[in-house]
């Protein structure tokens, strides 16, 4: 389980890494993976100190951190 989850959590930063900052609802729909494998490729990734996550006004916002 842990490679799948690594490989979500490559797919998830390289759309980030395409996209900039973007809103949860819409990194999930673009890396097309299924719900909880999407939520824990964002975990493995925020443990890694990876992710830069803000509320906004219309929602949660995810970009990379540094970027």
């Keep these: 389980m842990d490679e799948e ?3 979500a959590a490559g797919v998830v930063w390289h759309y980030l890494d395409g ?3 973007s809103a ?3 990194v ?3 890396s097309r993976l299924a719900e909880p494998l999407f939520f824990m490729a964002l975990g493995w990734l ?3 100190h990876k ?3 803000v509320q ?3 929602g949660l916002q995810v970009s ?3 970027r």
Excluded: M, Q
């Design 64 to 66: 990379l951190r540094g």
């Design 51 to 53: 992710l830069e996550l």
């Design 46 to 48: 925020a443990r890694e």
């Design 24 to 26: 949860v609802s819409a």
């Design 5 to 7: 989850i690594g490989k």
């Design 28 to 30: 999930k729909k673009g």
């Design 19 to 21: 996209h900039g900052a």
């Design 56 to 58: 906004g006004k219309r």
